[in-house]
């Protein structure tokens, strides 16, 4: 990137493969803070260019990235998804944060709630209510063996394995959260084209 050589066709020759063709991630960069200060600047360039090789780019902003970066890429992204937790410290800093950032308050933002517990007085009901919130907040179950797919680096192989996944068996829930989610982004992105 510091050279102006790198192209679209070159980003696969930084990613990991999870499927073939079909899924890869660009993993941050894991070197020393004074190196990732300088090439965190150059965050917005390489999505652009993720963008002009792949059909969906997905980006994970982290806290340490300047707020005049995540800004940049918050403006250019089609749509945003903010993660949540059932805390209520977390769902306040949001309403902060949706206070500072107009943008958090368009049409482009998409709640998650993750590790979400039904039985909790936090229930997408309520924060549905507390938030002001006419869409539809999205949630991601708590489930033990996410939870352990995702310690061992293994989530691809756990959504292989439950795709079909009945109501009854204990993960359904999970899956239907997961699949209702997944439709949500999906429609979320078509109605704002």
Known sequence: MKSNKLSP???????????????????????????????RRYYPD??????????????????????????????????IVVNLSQRLTSINEFVELREEKPILQSKKTLLLVGRYDKFSKYNIKNISRYLGERNKVSTIPYNTLYFEACEEAKVPDLFLSLRKTGEDDRNGFFMAEVKRTVDNIIYRLQDLR
């Open 46 to 79: 390489i999505i652009t260019l993720a963008n002009n090789y792949y059909d969906l780019v997905f980006v994970d902003l982290d806290k340490q990235v300047q707020d005049d970066i995540a800004d940049t890429i918050l403006e250019n992204s089609n749509l």
């Open 9 to 39: 066709d070159h980003i696969t020759n930084y990613t990991k493969i999870i499927f073939k063709d079909r899924l890869e991630i660009l993993p941050t960069y894991k070197g020393d803070k004074e190196q990732y200060n300088d090439i």
